[in-house]
């Protein structure tokens, strides 16, 4: 967490925007995963659904690290 902390204090809008939906994602992932465990998912969720959802995390943060990059002024 000293990571997220450190992009926190240091990182462009932009940056902080992209975490934050990399971040929302996998605790959203956790949480489901964690009802369909205890096997009280929620509405219309199973785990294929998450697993589609968890994929969609490669997307988000390759878009993550293009604003870091631009952030650090790198190609």
Not at 6 to 29: F, N, R, Y
Not at 38 to 66: C, S, Y
Request: charged share 30%; aromatic share 2%; glycine share 6%.
């Amino acid at each position: 967490m000293a990571e997220i902390a450190d992009i926190q204090m240091t990182g462009s809008l932009e940056v902080l925007a992209e975490l934050e939906t990399v971040s929302a994602t996998l605790s959203s992932a956790l949480r489901r995963i964690r009802y369909v465990e205890e096997g009280v998912p929620e509405p219309n969720d199973d785990i294929d659904k998450i697993h589609r959802d968890l994929l969609g995390v490669i997307n988000q943060w390759t878009i993550m690290r293009a604003a870091m990059r631009r952030d650090l002024g790198q190609p």
